[in-house]
Nanobody
Framework: QVQLVESGGGLVQAGGSLRLSCVASRSGFTFGDMGWYREAPGKQRELVATVTSGQTNYADSVKGRFSISRDNAKNTVYLQMNSLKPEDTAVYYC????????????WGQGTQVTVSS
């Protein structure tokens, strides 16, 4: 069973920065997509950013403020979050999809990010 373990969440003032990390329990080279989703109270889980073979994809709401990267040798995906806003407050979940059939989806347990105004 693959485990994804997030870290780096916390409480920050608006305009501040946080860096999330997610370490997988197996080689990063065995995953296709890796990324981050978030879920705010009363809202559906939404995509924040993904990275696949160097190609990145961002939600419009975070473009220019967040940056995703991955280090396959360290089995890790990162999310650098700058210029944080109160509306970024959510539980952030790490996500990974297997590269090879059957391409299972894997999720971390989530890490809370709270941005105060």
């Amino acid at each position: 069973q693959v485990q994804l373990v997030e870290s780096g969440g916390g409480l920050v003032q608006a305009g501040g920065s946080l860096r999330l990390s997610c370490v997988a329990s197996r080689s990063g080279f065995t995953f296709g997509d890796m990324g981050w989703y978030r879920e705010a109270p009363g809202k559906q889980r939404e995509l924040v950013a993904t990275v696949t073979s160097g190609q990145t994809n961002y939600a419009d709401s975070v473009k220019g403020r967040f940056s995703i990267s991955r280090d396959n040798a360290k089995n890790t995906v990162y999310l650098q979050m700058n210029s944080l806003k109160p509306e970024d407050t959510a539980v952030y979940y790490c996500y990974a999809k297997g590269r090879y059939y059957p391409k299972y989806d894997y999720w971390g347990q989530g890490t809370q990010v709270t941005v105060s105004s």
